[in-house]
């Protein structure tokens, strides 16, 4: 029988320079309840270092209102614009600098690894991972950035990851994995 997680505050956010998406779900029992879930717009802003501020203060803000437990961020993957990834390693950094202010734990999810842990597949779409998140969680609307979505889908996939080291061990096929994760599989 595996061991049902403590109940659990967890912040997911898929950085960004021009849109920071966040997700809050508290992980009570098998199944985690959204909190919240939304956008930081930063297209308003010219100057790059003010985008990084603002990033920032959004985040502090987010720990400060919702005390979560732990803090899961998409990890910045490998792109052919140099100048696009360091903003984004930037953002991504100020966002865990802001965690580290509040002595949140980090942990770190490459974009493949959580639409794989969220739709079973690593190269889903934006959009199939947010349908997932909208089915699993019940959302009564979809956002309108997805980023909003993928923040959350950080949050999840942190939450599954967790699951997953406190039970009994993992599936040694998919009907056993169906068997195990009924909420999981549409």
Known sequence: MAKVPAEKIILGIDPGTTVMGYGIIEAKGKTPVMLAMGVLELSKYSDHYLKLQKIFERVVSLIDYYHPDELAIEAPFYGKNVQSMLKLGRAQGVAMAAALSRS?????????????????????????????????????????YLDATDGLAAAVCHFFQKQNLVSSGGAKSWKEFMRQNPGRVK
């Open 104 to 144: 949140l734990p980090i942990f770190e999810y490459a974009p493949l690894r959580i639409k794989q842990a969220i739709t079973g597949r690593g190269n889903a779409s934006k959009e199939q991972v947010a349908l997932f998140l909208q089915q699993y969680l019940k959302l009564q609307e979809m956002p309108k």
